[in-house]
């Protein structure tokens, strides 16, 4: 049975038995707020346990290492879109220690894309048509400098209100332990 076939087989189930009852909720976060984190799989329930999240309490946005990359790119809209549509009156940056970013380079990625079948032809297209792969698919070093960075990203933004408070924090995979990095209650945000 594929994987596709099993998660269709369960979800078939899950609708018929009502499941789905025990996580209605409004779109609407009660918390008002809204955090952006890393897609690792080891956060998936941990994160929200560890911030005392539940279902229906805040907005959450995953990408890799938990990174804004671009100030008018999709992470950012997000969250444009939970403060002015959805509510959300605060934004939480929460990197994670022993990221899969951390260190990342583009000729990895890159070597890897060919040994899958990508060409040297499509690569060679996309650097000429202006995209830096190298800075695209390029990691970080240091984690809270990353969730610091990204935090400023967000604070700067030209269409984020001077009221919404932007917070950075970094979290252990293993224990959930929080280490704060920015308070974003404080004006002057003491980045590391």
């Given amino acids: 049975m594929s994987i596709l076939s099993e998660i269709l087989e369960f979800n078939k189930g899950f609708v018929e038995q009502k499941s789905y009852e025990a996580f209605q909720t409004t779109k609407f976060p009660a918390k008002k707020i809204v955090i952006l984190g890393c897609m690792d799989t080891r956060l998936t329930e941990l994160l929200p346990h560890a911030l005392n999240i539940r279902n229906g309490d805040a907005k959450l946005i995953k990408n890799a290492g938990a990174l804004v990359s671009h100030p008018f790119g999709s992470i950012m809209r997000s969250i444009i879109v939970a403060i002015y549509s959805l509510g959300a009156k605060e934004v939480f940056v929460v990197g994670h220690h022993d990221c899969g ?11 890897e894309a060919g040994e899958r079948g990508i060409s040297d032809d499509k690569i060679s297209t996309l650097k000429h048509a202006g995209i830096n ?23 700067s933004h030209p269409l984020l209100p001077a009221d919404i408070p932007v917070h950075g924090l970094v979290i252990h995979p293993e224990t959930g332990k929080l280490d704060l990095v920015v308070n974003g209650y404080q004006k002057e945000q003491n980045a590391l």
């Fill in 101 to 111: 970013m951390t260190g990342l380079n583009s000729a990895d990625i890159l070597n």
């Fill in 133 to 155: 792969l190298d800075e695209w698919l390029t990691g970080f070093s240091c984690v809270e400098e990353s969730v610091a960075k990204s935090v400023e990203q967000i604070k």
